[in-house]
Nanobody
């Protein structure tokens, strides 16, 4: 069973930056899509960003160019670089990996089968 191990969360002032990372504990085929999701207080879990096996990316509308999802060194470790953070970005960020459609909403659908991390807290102080 592969685990997704997240790191890089913490607290930052508004306008600051954080980079989250998600490293699979075992082998994941390059065809896996990998994404970041978040749950902020008072809202349902929502998609932040996804990168598919070819490196194509997609983002939630609220990102507005502030975040970048990428892989490095040919590995399946995925990073989420977050810039110009706002207080409303505070929440629990969770990594996901799955096969199939790379649509950002797929892991949020009922009955979805894939891997999820434990989640990591991001706090943005205004």
């Amino acid at each position: 069973q592969v685990q997704l191990i997240e790191s890089g969360g913490g607290s930052v002032q508004a306008g600051g930056s954080l980079t989250l990372s998600c490293e699979p504990s075992g082998y994941l085929h390059r065809g896996y899509n990998m994404g970041w999701y978040r749950q902020v207080p008072g809202k349902d879990r929502e998609g932040v960003a996804v990168i598919d096996g070819r490196g194509d990316t997609n983002y939630g509308n609220f990102v507005q160019g502030r975040f970048t999802i990428f892989k490095a060194n040919g590995k399946n470790t995925v990073y989420l670089e977050m810039n110009d953070l706002k207080s409303e970005d505070s929440g629990v960020y969770t990594c996901a990996a799955w096969i199939g459609s790379a649509h950002l909403q797929v892991p949020l659908l009922p009955g979805h089968i894939g891997y999820w991390g434990q989640g990591i807290q991001v706090n943005v102080d205004s």
